[in-house]
């Protein structure tokens, strides 16, 4: 097989096996309840960091291993105290909020260990944290924020429009502690851990920087899809339009923060769309 063949497969296989993943749950939950796509893809991803651990864990500082345990550690503290943000049964079995909230926090170390031995390999997102850029991690933080501002007042419109309901304000510290779970979890899965996971995928076959379009968009794609469980089942079309729209407005800008920035401006941008949404009672 040449190179050309081989990048090509690659790629081909790849997104085929995504594809999969959405076809056979979506067929499965015609007849039962299969696990919802975030359990699915989270599980996979956090398996697949974990094998990058193993191989890579020589690479990992004590910096790395403290930042990745802690932000675990946190986030399961805080998920059960949450009043505005609850997750769903993890594989259609959790239901108890406190396991979830062990499950959750163990997949959060898990991959933002793999993400960061994917950042010492040469990997396209950083973790300022974790290089000890702390100054430029707190500015980025803040740039997040003032890149999601715009998008996080259309979504919340967004909200009560496709909602057909009226703004109910919440207790804004509430939202903006219980917005960090999402954002947290899904920014370090999605954004750190699966775009870098596919990044390594194709950087043997494509140039450095088509791996990273294509390891980007693919995570895009997934992450923004992974939303419409129900939605693929009932109403196919709609999932796939909507799934278009978000993928657009709310998906390509954490990616190219992420890619051309690094993780903590696009998680700051994440997290304002959830806190101002929950704050605005959606």
């Known amino acids: 097989m040449s190179n050309t063949q081989r990048r090509w497969f690659t790629l081909f296989a790849a997104t085929a096996a995504i594809l999969m993943v959405f076809i056979i749950r979506t067929i499965m939950a015609r007849a039962g309840t299969p696990p919802r796509l975030f359990d699915i893809f989270d599980t996979a991803i956090s398996l697949a960091s974990l094998g990058v651990v193993v191989?890579?864990?020589?690479?990992?500082?004590?910096?790395?291993?403290?930042?990745?345990?802690?932000?675990?550690?946190?986030?399961?503290?805080?998920?059960?105290?949450?009043?505005?943000?609850?997750?769903?049964?993890?594989?259609?079995?959790?239901?108890?909020?406190?396991?979830?909230?062990?499950?959750?926090?163990?997949?959060?170390?898990?991959?933002?260990?793999?993400?960061?031995?994917?950042?010492?390999?040469?990997?396209?997102?950083?973790?300022?944290?974790?290089?000890?850029?702390?100054?430029?991690?707190?500015?980025?933080?803040?740039?997040?924020?003032?890149?999601?501002?715009?998008?996080?007042?259309?979504?919340?419109?967004?909200?009560?429009?496709?909602?057909?309901?009226?703004i109910t304000w919440q207790n804004p510290l509430a939202a903006a502690i219980d917005a960090l779970h999402p954002a947290v979890l899904e920014e370090v899965i999605y954004r750190f851990a699966f775009l870098g996971l596919l990044w390594l995928l194709f950087r043997r076959d494509w140039p450095n920087r088509h791996a990273v379009v294509l390891s980007g968009l693919l995570a895009l794609l997934t992450h923004t899809y992974s939303h419409y469980s129900e939605l693929f089942v009932t109403q196919p079309l709609t999932a796939l339009a909507m799934g278009a729209v978000m993928g657009l407005i709310w998906g390509i800008p954490p990616t190219l923060l992420a890619v051309r920035r690094d993780l903590e401006s696009a998680l700051s941008f994440h997290w304002l769309q959830d806190a101002i949404r929950f704050w605005l009672g959606f």
Not at 60 to 70: P, Q
Not at 104 to 118: A, E, F, P, S
Not at 123 to 133: D, H, R, V, Y
């Open 55 to 166: 191989v890579g864990w020589r690479t990992l500082s004590r910096t790395d291993w403290l930042i990745s345990v802690g932000a675990g550690l946190l986030m399961a503290i805080l998920l059960p105290l949450a009043t505005l943000y609850s997750p769903y049964p993890f594989l259609e079995i959790v239901t108890d909020v406190r396991v979830r909230a062990v499950i959750n926090g163990v997949m959060i170390v898990v991959t933002t260990l793999g993400g960061l031995v994917i950042m010492h390999w040469g990997g396209p997102i950083t973790l300022q944290f974790a290089s000890m850029g702390w100054r430029r991690a707190v500015r980025s933080l803040l740039f997040g924020v003032a890149v999601g501002l715009p998008f996080a007042i259309l979504n919340g419109f967004a909200n009560a429009w496709t909602q057909n309901r009226p």
